[in-house]
């Protein structure tokens, strides 16, 4: 363990050259997996598990939607896609297997986030809403609408919260289980940082 653990001289094992635009991989269930867009010139793309041992693809499913990537988030024995249309996919991360399917029907452009068996998504617009979305069924848990935050909001999590913030410098904290807001950091007119323990206010 520790640093003892990692000796070189390291070499590449192996390399898997993709013909479209690549998002960031996830290393879950034993699989290398990421999203791939269909071509540099087609609108769609399509996620696929790789061997982390040899490279060999095990499984691929497409993820069809307007521009070229549908981000992934990984969870309770599945993986999720989300393109900009808004459509939710999850796929058993095993064998690729589509499990669910749903539609925000909204435009989407920041990847999912999924802890304790919950998609998180972040729908843009002139302010942000978090979806929150059973792993099981794809179902809606809850839904915060109204952030007024920038619509190029990302979400990350810790072990109870779901947070959002922009390239503003305001942020807002929900709780992942009710989508309650727990703290919120917003800019008054003059441009200042307030503080709102519990209260979603606008700015």
Request: aromatic share 10%; proline share 6%.
């Amino acid at each position: 363990a520790g640093e003892e653990a990692v000796a070189g001289p390291l070499e590449r094992a192996w390399a898997h050259k993709f013909a479209g635009y690549v998002n960031q991989p996830l290393l879950v269930g034993g699989k290398v997996v990421v999203n791939v867009s269909e071509a540099e010139t087609n609108y769609g793309s399509r996620v696929i598990a790789l061997d982390p041992v040899t490279g060999r693809e095990l499984w691929r499913r497409d993820t069809p939607g307007t521009y070229f990537s549908a981000p992934i988030a990984a969870n309770a024995g599945r993986v999720f896609s989300i393109n900009t249309d808004g459509v939710v996919r999850a796929f058993d991360i095993d064998t690729g297997a589509p499990a669910w399917t749903t539609d925000l029907h909204s435009f989407v452009q920041a990847p999912p986030v999924a802890s304790g068996g919950t998609v998180f998504a972040t729908i843009t617009g002139q302010r942000a809403s978090v979806v929150a979305l059973s792993a099981a069924d794809g179902s809606v848990r809850w839904r915060q609408d109204g952030i007024p935050l920038d619509s190029f909001s990302w979400p990350a999590l810790d072990g109870e919260r779901v947070f959002l913030a922009d390239p503003c410098g305001d942020a807002y904290a929900m709780a992942q289980t009710t989508g309650d807001v727990v703290w919120a950091r917003v800019r008054d007119f003059n441009g200042l940082p307030n503080w709102h323990p519990g209260i979603a206010e606008s700015r």
